[in-house]
């Protein structure tokens, strides 16, 4: 049992947690195994976010903090709550283990203030990352340069290779 002290203190960071986060997710965890939580734990702080199983009380305290307003109790099962440090991590690793084991699954999350429902919570898991995306912008912004390179490089290519050929044709 926590003392009044223990829960204070947790509320008080998770509020911390919730206000410095980009996202949240909110996760049942009903019959989902100690090793399976284990595991999947140790994969959240490899992609620097954190899962904390909390009570329900201590979350509608910690969002309210927050000013979100949302009722806990509208979620069913047991709650366990997922913070990242970017928008889709944390959601990317709880839909993929979802898929994996059906005692684990989305129940709701959090966009900066913003509650948003599991469906937009797993289209959310299913964007790109922060770092896929600048990767996929930096593809496209040289994909014209790389073109024009190849352009101006192939009428060079080009002479080198008639000058091949008249020179295998003096040698015959």
């Known amino acids: 049992m926590l003392t009044r002290q223990?829960?204070?203190?947790?509320?008080?960071n998770l509020t911390e947690e919730i206000k410095d986060a980009p996202a949240c997710v909110l996760v049942?965890?009903?019959?989902?195994?100690a090793n399976d939580m284990v595991s999947l734990k140790k994969e959240m702080r490899t992609e620097g976010a954190k899962f904390q199983v909390i009570k329900k009380t201590l979350l509608a305290i910690a969002l309210k903090n927050n000013e979100i307003d949302t009722d806990v109790n509208d979620f069913d099962g047991q709650i366990a709550i997922a913070v990242s440090q970017d928008e889709t991590s944390a959601a990317k690793i709880i839909h993929k283990v979802s898929k994996e084991n059906e005692n684990i699954k989305i129940v709701g999350g959090l966009l900066g203030t913003k509650v948003l429902s599991t469906e937009e919570m797993i289209e959310l898991a299913k964007l790109p990352s922060t770092n896929e995306l600048r990767g996929q912008l930096v593809g496209q912004l040289l994909a014209?340069?790389?073109?024009?390179?190849?352009?101006?490089?192939?009428?060079?290519?080009?002479?080198?290779?008639?000058?091949t050929a008249v020179k295998e044709a003096k040698e015959a």
Not at 6 to 12: C, P, S, Y
Not at 28 to 33: E, M, Q
Not at 144 to 149: A, D
């Open 6 to 12: 223990q829960k204070e203190e947790i509320v008080t």
């Open 28 to 33: 049942d965890f009903k019959g989902f195994g």
């Open 144 to 163: 014209p340069l790389t073109g024009f390179v190849n352009v101006l490089s192939g009428n060079t290519r080009a002479l080198v290779n008639v000058l």
